[in-house]
């Protein structure tokens, strides 16, 4: 008789991550032993204060630090191959493909001298290879999948004609057209109005679960926190203090930092 074992592996794990800066004193440590992993079709917030190492975790799990300043040591598991092992241009396939990234400018993402439709279907052409005349279709989908309006009409115009919000979808858009398992969102509602970070962020939980794509959501906020994440993990000056389903770290927060984080919600 054979027993069928289904493991359920996560799109990403990671594993006692520690990233380390090149300072005058020596090697300085800013996140310390962070381990956390993400499943297909849920979101995981990393929550925590300015300074905390939010962005430093998502830059190190992409390997996106300088190489001779920083010093990243655990295990990043994509899928179950470690990136940390992985070779620079192995890198380059996984940013343009099994991981999408969306952060808080935009604007700063987007060239602005080509138009909205080029970049998008750039994307398209470079990591899926699809033809200029493919990737124009499929850009028109993807723009109105992330619910730009008139979508077909705004394939020409240049990224300073949009708006915070607008730019921010087409940078959803630019992130899907490479079909990702996960996605990596770092305070990508921050600049935004609250009514556009409300309309943002219930567009990427219809993504998540449509997409079945895992999403790793970083936050200052708990507001945004209680909104999107099925799981939650709260950092303190570097350290992992708490994780746990949203609603039970809502329910119960263990850590007194957790309820000061929760004490702030207005
Ligand atoms: P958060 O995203 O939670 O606001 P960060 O991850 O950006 O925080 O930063 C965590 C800590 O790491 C901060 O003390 C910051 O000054 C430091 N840090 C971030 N990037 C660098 C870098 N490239 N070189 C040196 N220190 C850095
Ligand atoms: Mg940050």
New binding site residues.
């Given amino acids: 008789m054979t027993d069928t074992v289904t493991t359920k592996r996560p799109v990403l794990a990671v594993e006692n991550l520690t990233t380390s800066?090149k300072?005058q004193e020596g090697w300085?440590a800013?996140?310390r032993n962070i381990s956390l992993h993400v499943d297909a079709g849920e979101t995981v917030a990393i929550v925590?204060?300015?300074?905390?190492?939010?962005?430093?975790?998502?830059?190190s799990t992409m390997r996106l630090?300088?190489a001779g300043?920083?010093r990243t040591e655990g295990r990043i598991l994509l899928d179950g191959t470690d990136l940390l092992k992985a070779s620079e241009a192995e890198m380059r396939k996984v940013r343009g493909g099994s991981i999408g990234m969306i952060f808080q400018e935009p604007m700063t993402s987007l060239n602005p001298v080509f138009t909205i439709g080029n970049q998008i279907a750039e994307a398209l052409v470079l990591h899926r290879g699809l033809s200029w005349s493919e990737a124009e279709t499929e850009t028109v989908r993807l723009m109105e999948r992330v619910r730009i309006p008139a979508a077909k009409a705004r394939l020409h115009e240049y990224p300073h004609k949009f708006s915070g919000g607008m730019r921010q979808r087409v940078m959803i858009a630019m992130a899907l057209a490479c079909r990702p398992k996960l996605l990596i969102a770092?305070?990508p509602t921050t600049a935004l109005d609250v009514t556009i970070q409300a309309e943002i962020l219930h567009l990427l939980r219809e993504l998540q679960r449509e997409e079945n794509m895992g999403v790793l959501f970083?936050t200052?906020d708990m507001g945004v926190v209680a909104e999107i994440a099925d799981r939650t993990v709260v950092?303190f000056r570097?350290d992992m203090i708490e994780t746990g389903k949203t609603d039970e770290i809502f329910d119960a927060p263990k850590a007194i930092y957790t309820k000061s984080l929760l004490a702030s919600i207005p």
């Fill in positions: 800066f300072t300085k800013v996140i925590g204060e300015s300074g905390s190492g939010k962005s430093v975790t998502a830059l630090l300088p300043r920083s770092d305070e970083i200052h950092m570097g």
